[in-house]
């Protein structure tokens, strides 16, 4: 089945830095890649996604790139904020335009900003 | 925005309890899910169910089942809980495609 790794699994940056988590995946068939920030004591939120027929997308200060030849997306945050600071969850899924979305997460990351 | 509820922030219960999460959405989305969230391990499909009183297992089904006998609303149950079982559990619901919200999570702690 559908596998997806994720690294790192703790990132510390000084606020300002950029910060950039990297996902691949298995299955060659996936079509659709969200990114969730995990703030403490709360759920998975969603903070932006892609389809397979794209290449880059942005939204403010962050953006999500894949390469579908090497099967791997990856989350780029700039100007990192204090607040940027939580898990972050990479997810697959080879739903996207079918019936079901059913995820397969990477194992997320820590993201610490120091002010 | 949609909202997915969750009976219970934080639960207690003993081994060999019967235990039910509960689990509601207001946005009339097709799909319902259940993940167990542990450390190191991400997020992990328990079951989901595309629609009313249909379901299909996860990624790691076994010690669990499920009910969606409304369209809102998609019961975890744990016929006999176990302490290999204390976790986070996360409800998500989605219109088909795209687009899964998640509620604040259940954090089941058995003793």
């Known amino acids: 089945g559908e596998n997806v790794e994720q690294h790192p699994s703790t990132l510390s940056v000084q606020e300002g830095d950029s910060a950039v988590i990297k996902c691949t995946y298995s299955d060659s068939a996936s079509n659709y890649f969200p990114w969730y920030k995990q703030e403490l004591g709360k759920g998975p939120q969603l903070i932006i996604d892609i389809r397979s027929n794209v290449g880059e997308k942005k939204d403010q200060r962050i953006a999500v790139t894949l390469n579908k030849t090497a099967k791997h997306f990856s989350l780029h945050i700039t100007e990192t904020q204090p607040e940027d600071s939580a898990v972050y969850f990479c997810a697959a899924s080879s739903a996207y335009g079918g019936a079901t979305n059913k995820l397969i997460f990477g194992t997320g990351t820590l993201l610490a900003v120091q002010p | 925005d949609v909202k997915v509820t969750q009976s219970s922030r934080y639960l207690v219960k003993r081994t060999g309890e019967k235990v039910f999460l509960e689990c509601v959405q207001d946005m009339d989305h097709e799909n319902m899910f259940w993940y167990r969230q542990d450390p190191g391990l991400g997020l992990r499909l328990i079951y989901f169910s595309y629609d009313v009183k249909m379901k299909e297992k996860g990624d790691i089904p076994e010690g669990y089942s499920v009910s969606r006998e409304k369209k809102e609303r998609f019961s975890l149950i744990l016929e006999s809980a176990s302490t290999n079982q204390t976790s986070m559990y996360l409800c998500?619901?989605?219109?088909?495609?795209?687009?899964?919200?998640f509620g604040p999570g259940t954090r089941l702690t058995v003793t």
């Open positions: 998500a619901s989605s219109p088909s495609g795209t687009g899964t919200s």
